[in-house]
């Protein structure tokens, strides 16, 4: 087994779901030291540690990659063919839990930057490698990176999450629907691609806001509601007056993303039949684009309690989560280099797509909204799934195309 798949293999045997990602940045720090390379851990919490690495001569651009080092729930064990954490090798394929999603792509950057330090191919500027914590339970790492300021500088990011799909899947229709082809379109594609999986170059996600309006009443029995305040009733006016709001941004639309779409998710009041309600919530997710900023929405959202407040209900705002949508421009440099350095070395055409998924970009754009972003990395679309995997071949493909594109960013 070659080296690079050896250190991908010992990160994926690694327990990382939600927590315990020290063990895969001791790991990468501890390689990469190897190559003289120095880094930094960003404790987040005990057992928890996100890295950055930096190359280059600092006189340029500041080139981010970012991969996250946290899993999602390994699944129920009975549907994996092998123990989800035993990276097992079969026919090229890696299996396990975050082979796709997405070890192998931040495997991919730190094997990158080890072969442009150790060719000492000249860089005019920074590449900057971020292994972060969290990411698939709230960009936690990413979050407080950017808070520690390293998303201030940064022109372009680069996030390794899977952008593959096993190649067959270009017949089926909901992936053509995705990519808005025909048959005819998918089967170009197809014959253009010499290689086993068809990758993607994603531009644009959306973002998201997720949060709980709760509603106080005070309690009474229901032969004497004199005495109480029902919590529900002021809830409702607000729930009409949000729906009322939702359908007035209706029309605002991202050409690659589509609409702004809200749905109220949860609804919870009262605490017995028959006893005045003391509380009611609503809870709201909204996924949403950047043509109407999170922060636009919620001015009215707060306006909407205000108004009712002043009339004498007693609401409250509780916000969750509050992510940026993504939109790279198609013509950006890095989008152009990543399109022709991919087709070069994946032999075969890239789509450029917005997918439904976040990613710790949005958490960097929060505190620099200028980064041009690609998502663009080995794996596929079975990250979450039971019997992920990772092409190897598109594994190593990937460690080139990082290389290519971070030589030609800061050439
Ligand atoms: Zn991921």
Do not use: C
């Not at 987040?44 to 500041?62: F, H, Q």
């Not at 806001?209 to 229901?222: D, F, I, K, W």
């Not at 922060?295 to 705002?317: F, P, R, V, Y």
């Amino acid at each position: 087994m070659d080296e690079v798949v050896q250190a991908l293999r010992d990160i994926v045997k690694m327990n990382t779901v939600n927590g315990a990602e020290k063990q895969v940045t001791d790991y990468i720090a501890a390689l990469l030291a190897k190559h003289n390379i120095k880094s930094k851990l960003v404790e987040y919490a005990p057992g928890r540690a996100s890295l950055v690495a930096e190359i280059g001569d600092g006189n340029g651009p500041v080139v981010g990659f970012d991969g996250h080092a946290d899993v999602v729930a390994l699944g129920d064990a009975s549907k994996w063919k092998v123990d989800a954490l035993s990276a097992t090798i079969k026919d090229n394929l890696m299996i396990g839990r975050g082979t796709s999603d997405m070890k192998s792509g931040l495997m991919a950057g730190v094997w990158a930057l080890i072969h442009l330090k150790d060719q000492n191919v000249p860089l005019h500027g920074t590449l900057r490698l971020m292994a972060t914590v969290g990411e698939e339970y709230g960009q936690y790492g990413a979050k407080q990176l950017g808070e520690a300021g390293y998303a201030n500088d940064l022109q372009t990011l680069i996030v390794g999450e899977p952008s593959g799909a096993a190649k067959q899947l270009l017949m089926q229709q909901q992936i053509q629907h995705m990519l808005q082809i025909d048959q005819a379109g998918a089967e170009k594609l197809a014959a253009a691609n010499h290689t086993n999986e068809q990758h993607f170059i994603e531009l644009a996600h959306k973002g998201s806001l997720t949060y709980t309006v709760h509603s106080n009443g005070v309690a009474a029995h229901s032969s004497m509601p004199e005495i109480g305040k029902n919590a529900i009733t002021p809830l409702m006016a607000f729930y009409q007056k949000e729906e009322e709001y939702f359908a007035s941004v209706k029309n605002y639309r991202n050409p690659v993303l589509g609409p702004v779409t809200p749905v109220v998710t949860m609804v919870r009041g009262g605490e017995q039949i028959n006893t005045v309600p003391a509380t009611a919530d609503l809870s709201v997710k909204i996924r949403t684009i950047p043509e109407l900023p999170n922060a636009d929405m919620l001015i009215a959202i707060k306006e909407i309690i205000a108004d009712l407040n002043a009339a004498g209900a007693d609401l409250s705002l509780d916000v969750l989560s509050d992510l940026r949508p993504m939109h790279t421009m198609e013509d950006a440099p890095l989008v152009k280099i990543a399109k022709a350095v991919g087709e070069a070395n994946l032999d075969q055409k890239l789509p450029l797509i917005g997918v439904p998924g976040g990613t710790d970009a949005s958490s960097f754009l929060a505190f620099n909204p200028n980064i041009d972003v690609v998502v663009f990395g080995p794996g596929n679309i079975t990250a979450h799934q039971v019997n992920e995997y990772v092409d190897l071949d598109m594994y190593h493909r990937f460690i080139t195309i990082y290389e290519q594109m971070i030589t030609e960013l800061l050439h």
